[in-house]
């Protein structure tokens, strides 16, 4: 797929959630690579560095999308031909395609762990890795039931009723606002990340830390499920993640709110729940008290990926190589 097609998937969310869009434009980089006709380094370098940027610029919040593509991009640094430079970014993006499905299965198998036979689980939004350790939990013949959130204003809470029926596990599907009214009901709270910072505060889809702050005060546990390439190096000098406020239509149509002119509609995509709400952040390499997010960020990312302004700039590689 060509890459402006791509951006485009990312930004009408027919590509969503903070995995999907990361493999999405790896993959939109290969293709780039390969497709490009470009004759020297140079004139490659600045198609590729173009593709990127109109990645980036597509949905700002999930840190997944930066990483990827400086993860990629880093497979032209050290090319002297073209041939050189589409060969090391096809090889980056393969490695980041196969190493993120790797990392939602190692998640799987690590969270799964930490759900109990007759638990209920409660998740909010739809997150890939979030339901693949409950339904790797499911597999492996606990009894669980689950309350899924149904995420408005887009409704992702549908896609994770289906998957989770799909799996034959026992769901409740509640609207948003009856979080507080069953959270007794619940043993542990399980969800995704678009971003965690340095500090441990996990970003994800709005309404998750009002999920999570009922959660502590009931005394329910929260995990979060996320990969290490969501955790956010460029916090490290103080940058905040930058949350992401879609158009109002999504939430009011225009031909209601044209007619309501002292009325504005705020819709942000994503929430930041301090760490404090957090009990466990479950990773491809282990599972951390969110207070230990900087050593993801030390041991697996880099200190230095993303804190340049261009796509060229990461050193790249999970481990930072
Ligand atoms: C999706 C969302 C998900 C995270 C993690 O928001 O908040 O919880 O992205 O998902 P949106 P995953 O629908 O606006 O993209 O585990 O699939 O990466």
């Known amino acids: 797929m060509i890459v402006s097609e791509t951006a485009d998937k990312i930004k009408r969310m027919e590509i969503r959630g903070a995995g999907r869009i990361a493999r999405a434009a790896a993959e939109a980089l290969r293709d780039g690579a390969l497709s490009s006709r470009a004759a020297t380094t140079e004139s490659f370098r600045m198609e590729m560095t173009q593709a990127a940027d109109t990645l980036l610029a597509t949905r700002p919040t999930a840190v997944s999308l930066p990483n990827a593509v400086h993860m990629v991009m880093a497979g032209i640094k050290k090319a002297s031909t073209v041939e050189e430079a589409k060969a090391g970014i096809v090889t980056r993006a393969d490695e980041f395609v196969t190493s993120s499905q790797h990392a939602v299965e190692r998640i799987a198998a690590f969270g799964s762990r930490h759900i109990r036979d007759g638990d209920t689980i409660m998740t909010h939004c739809n997150s890939e890795v979030a339901l693949a350790c409950i339904v790797a939990a499911h597999r492996e013949g606990k009894e669980i039931e689950v309350f899924a959130t149904e995420v408005r204003p887009r409704n992702q809470g549908l896609i994770t009723i289906k998957t989770l029926n799909d799996a034959g596990i026992k769901?409740?599907?509640?609207?948003?606002?009856?979080?507080?009214?069953?959270?007794?009901?619940?043993?542990?709270?399980?969800?995704?990340?678009?971003?965690?910072?340095?500090?441990?505060?996990?970003?994800?889809?709005?309404?998750?830390?009002?999920?999570?702050?009922?959660?502590?005060?009931?005394?329910?546990?929260?995990?979060?499920?996320?990969?290490?390439?969501?955790?956010?190096?460029?916090?490290?000098?103080?940058?905040?993640?930058?949350?992401?406020?879609?158009?109002?239509?999504?939430?009011?149509?225009?031909?209601?709110?044209?007619?309501?002119?002292?009325?504005?509609?705020?819709?942000?995509?994503f929430d930041v729940t301090p760490a404090e709400y957090v009990d466990l952040i479950v990773t491809e390499k282990g599972a951390i008290p969110p207070q230990m997010a900087y050593v993801i960020i030390r041991d697996y990312l880099g200190w230095e990926i993303g804190e340049f302004g261009d796509p060229l700039g990461g050193t790249g590689g999970l481990n930072g190589s």
């Not at 009856?178 to 505060?201: E, K």
């Not at 830390?209 to 969501?230: D, I, L, P, W």
């Open 171 to 269: 769901t409740n599907f509640i609207v948003d606002s009856a979080v507080r009214s069953f959270i007794h009901d619940v043993d542990l709270v399980v969800v995704g990340a678009d971003a965690v910072t340095v500090n441990g505060a996990v970003v994800n889809k709005i309404g998750t830390s009002q999920v999570a702050h009922a959660a502590v005060e009931a005394r329910v546990n929260v995990m979060v499920a996320a990969e290490t390439y969501k955790f956010a190096p460029r916090t490290i000098l103080g940058e905040l993640i930058k949350i992401e406020e879609r158009a109002g239509s999504e939430v009011l149509p225009d031909e209601i709110a044209k007619t309501l002119p002292n009325v504005t509609v705020r819709n942000p995509a």
